[in-house]
T-cell receptor
Framework: GAGVSQSPSNKVTEKGKDVELRCDPI?????LYWYRQSLGQGLEFLIY????????KSGLPSDRFSAERTGGSVSTLTIQRTQQEDSAVYLC????????????????FGPGTRLTVT | GDSVTQMEGPVTLSEEAFLTINCTYT??????LFWYVQYPGEGLQLLLK?????DKGSNKGFEATYRKETTSFHLEKGSVQVSDSAVYFC???????????FGQGTRLTINP
């Protein structure tokens, strides 16, 4: 079946512009996660959705970052007024059950969106 | 807070060599432990997992055993192949915490 998809695969933007990154999780997966992969910081958690609500936003680095999920499916990560330190690969993952059941431990990752802020 | 520490890379081996990539963790409670792999140009894939102490995860000839007494989850393979060249990430998650906490990654290169 189809895996997690993300778009765009690459995004180059000018400092100060807003960007939106999209994630389509695996159909039926209730949990959705955003991570960031950068050279200096490794792989960092950003936010977790269970259904349409976000019980854990603790990884969002500043109030310029926000995310939403609609219909328990597609999620959008928005970065406002981008800065050069936002350059990274943004990864989305989904899981069949984010509520602590046994299936919640397996996260399936998308290919990522490479964001470059110039 | 929770953390994962991996041996620093890069690691370069010859084909058929024995591989060990060390991973230790710090976490409260009883985390689940994972190894993820990122092949060149591809996304992160789950390689293996262990959800309780003394569990052994295995896949594609790789193994790792959850050692609570040493808080470790070292990755091993008896005979590596060129196709194993990738970046390997050790990670943990805690029930209720949901998020994965990753180590810094270890780049492995296997030469023929």
């Amino acid at each position: 079946g189809a895996g997690v998809s993300q778009s765009p695969s690459n995004k180059v933007t000018e400092k100060g512009k807003d960007v939106e990154l999209r994630c389509d999780p695996i159909s039926g997966h209730t949990a959705l996660y955003w991570y960031r992969q950068s050279l200096g910081q490794g792989l960092e958690f950003l936010i977790y959705f269970q259904g349409n609500s976000a019980p854990d936003k603790s990884g969002l680095p500043s109030d310029r970052f926000s995310a939403e999920r609609t219909g328990g499916s597609v999620s959008t990560l928005t970065i406002q007024r981008t800065q050069q330190e936002d350059s990274a690969v943004y990864l989305c993952a989904s899981s069949p059950d984010g509520a602590g059941g046994p299936l919640s431990y397996e996260q399936y990752f998308g290919p990522g969106t490479r964001l470059t802020v110039t | 807070g929770d953390s994962v520490t991996q041996m620093e890379g890069p690691v370069t081996l010859s084909e058929e060599a024995f591989l060990t990539i060390n991973c230790t963790y710090t976490a409260t409670g009883y985390p689940s432990l994972f190894w993820y792999v990122q092949y060149p140009g591809e996304g992160l894939q789950l390689l293996l997992k262990a959800t309780k102490a003394d569990d052994k995860g295995s896949n594609k000839g790789f193994e790792a055993t959850y050692r609570k007494e040493t808080t470790s989850f070292h990755l091993e393979k008896g005979s590596v192949q060129v196709s194993d060249s990738a970046v390997y990430f050790c990670a943990l998650t805690r029930r209720g915490a949901q998020k994965l906490v990753f180590g810094q990654g270890t780049r492995l290169t296997i030469n023929p």
